[in-house]
C-alpha cells in the first residue's frame, strides 16, 4: 500500500509516496526550499508543487516544525510565527485534493524509526533526537509515543539547546566534528538527567554523517543513528497519515479462554 508523505522542514519541504508496508520511499523524493518568510499561503503552494510532481491526488499525510494539537500548530520556532494558532491541516487541505494528516516532524521521524528502523522491538524509553535546522525530538515509552515533547528547546548553560547544539549551529559557528560533539554532549547528558532512557537515536540531517561525530559522544546511554536517516519524517507522516493517531494504546493481546474439560463419573456418563 501506497500513502504519501511530505517532511516541512525549516529549510526544504520534500516528499515522495511511501510503501507503508515496507517503510521505504516507492520513488525517489522530490525537495523544493521552503520559501523565506515560510507563512502558510506560500508554504502551503509548495507542498501542493511536492504532491503535484508525483501526479498524487490521494492521502498525504505532512509533517511541521511545531506543537501540533488536533491539526493546529501551537508554537513555531523555525517557520513564520504567522502559523501559531492556525489549522496546518486545514491549510494544507485546501489545496491537496486527497486531504491530508498532520504531525510534529521529530514525532513523524520517531513512529517511522520505531516502526522500521533503528527502534524496532525496542522497550523501555527510548528518545529519538533530530538534529537539523532546528533540534527535533519523539518520546517513546514500551513503543507508545508521547507526543509534542519539543525538548531541543531545554535551556542550556542559559542559551535554548538548539542554538548552540543542531546541525545548523554548527555551521553557523563552524565548528568542527568533534568539538559539535562537546555540545550534543552536554545536550543529551541532559537528557539522560531527565529521563535516563534505554535507548537515543540520532536522527535528522546530521544523521548522514553520524560517522564522523558519534564516536565523540560521551553519554551513558547507548546511542545509534537512525537507519532511516533523513527519510524518517516522510515515511513517518506517510504511516500516521495510514493508520492514525499513534498515541492511542495499543489492545492487549489476550489468550483466548479454555473452558475446563468436562469431568466424567464412575461409568462414563457425564454427570
Known sequence: MQVFG????????KGAPVDIDEGKLAAPRFRLPTPQPAEPAAVSKTVADVVAHFGWTGAVG??????????VARTAA??????????????????????VAVLNDADAAGVAEMTFGAGRDVGGVVIMTTFGTGIGTALFLHGQLVPNTELGHLEIG?????????????????????KWAKRVTRYLSAL??????????????????????????????????AQLQNEAGIVGAALFAAVGDQTRPKAAVRPPRRRPPATRPPGGRRP
Not at 511530505?6 to 519541504?13: N, W
Not at 505532512?62 to 501540533?68: L, R
Request: hydrophobic share 40%; charged share 25%.
Open 6 to 13: 511530505v517532511d516541512i522542514g525549516g529549510t526544504g519541504i
Open 62 to 71: 505532512a509533517t511541521f516544525p511545531a506543537v501540533i494539537k488536533g491539526g
Open 78 to 99: 523555525n517557520v513564520d510565527p504567522g502559523w501559531v494558532n492556525t489549522d496546518v491541516a486545514g491549510v494544507l487541505g485546501s489545496v491537496l485534493p486527497g486531504g
Open 158 to 178: 542559559g542559551h535554548d539547546a538548539e542554538m548552540k547544539a543542531s546541525d545548523a549551529a554548527r555551521e553557523r559557528d563552524d565548528l568542527s566534528w568533534e
Open 192 to 225: 539522560e538527567a531527565l529521563l535516563w532512557p534505554d535507548l537515543i537515536i540520532i536522527g535528522g540531517g546530521a544523521s548522514r554523517k553520524a560517522d564522523r561525530f558519534l564516536d565523540h559522544l560521551d553519554v551513558r546511554t547507548k546511542i545509534v543513528p
